[in-house]
């Protein structure tokens, strides 16, 4: 911030509630041992495709990959309903 203030000009800050704050943080907190949890899962179905011998490295690339490719429809489709919405 240009002038040394903690909060931007464009936040509305308002007067702190601890209740409020303690909400955030629970919510945080579950929200991270759910994370934790899911990644164990991941852990488990590549340990059982390896177990039936599967490559776990080449399932890993697949993986990425085809994220990479649900990123890229993402923002093909968003550049498509952008133009639609120009008119052009």
Same mark, same amino acid.
């Given at each position: 911030?240009? #002038?040394?203030?903690? +909060?931007?000009?464009?936040? &509305?800050? *308002?007067?702190?509630?601890?209740? /409020?704050?303690?909400?955030?943080? !629970?919510?945080?907190? &579950? %929200?991270? !041992?759910?994370? &934790?949890?899911?990644?164990?899962?991941?852990? #488990?179905?590549?340990? !059982?495709? &390896? *177990?039936?011998?599967?490559? +776990?490295?080449?399932? /890993?690339?697949?993986?990425?990959?085809? /994220?990479?490719? $649900? /990123? %890229?429809?993402?923002?093909?489709?968003?550049?498509? $309903?952008?133009?639609?919405? %120009?008119?052009?």
């Amino acid at each position: 911030m240009p #002038d040394g203030s903690a +909060v931007s000009k464009k936040t &509305k800050a *308002g007067p702190i509630s601890a209740d /409020r704050l303690k909400s955030f943080v !629970e919510r945080i907190e &579950k %929200l991270e !041992e759910e994370r &934790k949890a899911i990644g164990g899962d991941i852990k #488990d179905v590549y340990s !059982e495709a &390896k *177990g039936v011998g599967y490559d +776990v490295k080449t399932m /890993r690339k697949i993986v990425s990959q085809a /994220r990479a490719g $649900h /990123r %890229l429809i993402g923002s093909l489709l968003g550049a498509r $309903h952008s133009v639609a919405l %120009l008119g052009l």
